[in-house]
């Protein structure tokens, strides 16, 4: 597999996207493709000495800032390093492409160079959180703020392939998200939503509440990006604050603070299960090529993980799956 990573984009970039890649190439014979300004990155590559490593540097002379218009950036910046990325996996170049920066922008230049898979009206960001008994995939998580039920439609039929490729789940649980179990509760969105993916050819649970995602009720949680992208925000802060109070509250008695070399393993456990730098990204689903968005703030251990992800994203044909039962579904006319 080939991975193009944009290795200025981030708010660490590129000392962390570098040294993820470094860590990406000794665990793996893969082919990473650095994605950037070629005298900075040749820089940073020889801290890590990484001669004898399958990296290459593509060189792009622009960057996409962090507060840069989506649209604006892409039309302007035409050699930015997100851009030459994705242009990449456009022209057959490499497998997948990455990129930890502007996620609007990414999205952008994904539906830009890529364009969506026939059929597909809006690509969805998805992410697994974990929960009681695994993880639970949920999208979208906010490419789109505002949605059809044909939309949550797709998401779900996306979302179910993705978890069986990539997740390994053989028949998933598909959840939509609303304020109640009953058929009929929700808003007009998700109460016509709820009969569309009842049609489907999908192990549909019907309406799951919040709480249901991290007890692990659903497999597939389906919802609009404004919805899901208040999920997403409330579970990384529940999850900074429990781990935060845990050793706070530990540390005030001395007898259970002196306990935990014994306790270590349990902790490093769950600490890594809510950690975001474990997964790296989230997959754009609904895009014709492989795309990663990794969080703004990745270390380089992030960045490692976004690149298997888009390795496991790119090896297992989710694409060519999603076009397969978008067809069933027919053709989206809709010009968005």
Request: glycine residues 10%.
């Amino acid at each position: 597999m080939r991975i193009a990573l944009d290795a200025m984009g981030g708010d660490y970039a590129p000392s962390t996207t570098c040294e993820g890649a470094v860590l990406a190439a000794k665990e793996s014979g893969h082919e990473i493709i650095l994605v950037g300004k070629e005298s900075i990155l040749k820089e940073e590559l020889a801290k890590h000495k990484a001669k004898n490593l399958a990296i290459r540097i593509v060189n792009a002379t622009e960057i996409v800032e962090m507060d840069d218009s989506p649209a604006l950036a892409i039309r302007q910046k035409k050699d930015s390093s997100l851009a030459v990325a994705a242009k990449l996996v456009a022209d057959g170049k490499a497998d997948a492409f990455i990129s930890a920066g502007n996620s609007g922008a990414c999205m952008a230049s994904a539906l830009l160079y890529l364009g969506r898979i026939p059929g597909v009206s809006r690509p969805a960001i998805a992410i697994s959180f974990p929960t009681y008994t695994g993880y639970c995939l949920s999208l979208d998580l906010g490419a789109n703020a505002d949605c059809k039920p044909k939309h949550l439609l797709q998401f779900a039929i996306m979302g179910n392939i993705f978890a069986k490729e990539v997740l390994g789940i053989a028949n998933p649980k598909v959840g939509l998200v609303s304020i109640g179990e009953e058929e009929g509760k929700g808003n007009e969105l998700t109460v016509a939503a709820y009969q569309l993916i009842k049609n489907a050819n999908l192990n549909f649970i019907g309406n799951v509440e919040g709480r249901d995602i991290p007890r692990g009720k659903a497999d597939v949680a389906v919802c609009d990006g404004f919805v899901g992208n208040v999920i997403l925000k409330f579970g990384e802060g529940v999850a900074e604050m429990m781990l935060r109070l845990v050793k706070d509250e530990l540390k005030k008695y001395p007898i259970a603070w002196a306990a935990i070399p014994f306790l270590w393993a349990a902790l490093k456990d769950l600490r890594k299960k809510v950690d975001y730098t474990e997964q790296g990204g989230a997959p754009l689903l609904g895009i014709n090529g492989a795309c990663i968005i990794a969080h703004g703030r990745s270390d380089s251990k992030a960045i490692k993980n976004a690149i298997f992800q888009g390795v496991r994203f790119a090896e297992k044909g989710v694409i060519k799956e999603i076009s397969q039962e978008m067809a069933k579904i027919g053709d989206d006319k809709e010009t968005e």
